[in-house]
């Protein structure tokens, strides 16, 4: 069982993870054309014939609108879970996690998590301005994703402060969401930039570093349509 001081503890880096977000929604909003909604209409216009394709257009929209709601309930989980304690009961408690070690790896990868995700949107608005460019330095020389990785970070680490089947379930969603999302943006992008983010996607992982041959010299690949 943990000490009530470590439990004060995590739930104030919860709380300071919560006030990074927000800091960053409200002062560094990542304004994407690649949002969900934005791929499903093309996707449509791209495939509009047929009832079959916009069937499934429509099946699409309806699981990744599920998933979105599992995950941003997932996400905003802990927060209720600390206003409303008795909550916890209801979400099948996983005992065996509730260890120092599970408190240690979830307080660190709050942490870590909340940090490259602010690192990478701060670094996105400075070299993202006045033109789009496909960022290729910095964090996003190691990962083509830092922001979601982060994010995915601070979502582990909520469900090892507050280990339960349900939020385990949640999780899970919140991962596959999170990559099914990053799939469809991946494919935009290899049409918008070609075979410059082929060679970014060769050089650099999505979600983990790849040691050899990782590109740090910068915007190399500049939106040519200015």
Known sequence: ???????????????????????????????????????????????????????????????????????????????????????????????????????????????????????????FHAMNSPRRSLITSGVFGFCRNPISVGLMAMVAGFFLAFPSWIGLFGTGVYMLNTHVRIRMEEHFLEQHFGAEYHRYKRYTGRYLPVTAGRISDGNLFQDSRE
């Open 1 to 123: 069982m943990l000490s009530t001081t470590n439990l004060e503890l995590t739930h104030l880096i919860i709380f300071g993870a919560y006030a990074v977000q927000a800091l960053e929604l409200l002062l560094f909003p990542v304004q994407s054309e690649f949002t969900t909604y934005g791929i499903l209409r093309r996707h449509r216009q791209e495939n509009s014939v047929g009832l079959i394709s916009q069937m499934m257009n429509r099946a699409l929209l309806a699981a990744l609108a599920a998933g979105t709601i599992i995950s941003v309930g997932t996400f905003l989980l802990p927060l209720g879970l600390i206003l409303v304690p008795e909550m916890y009961q209801q979400l099948v408690p996983i005992p065996h996690l509730h260890t120092p070690i599970a408190a240690l790896a979830a307080n660190c990868a709050i942490i870590l998590g909340s940090c490259l995700t602010g690192i990478a949107v701060l670094q």
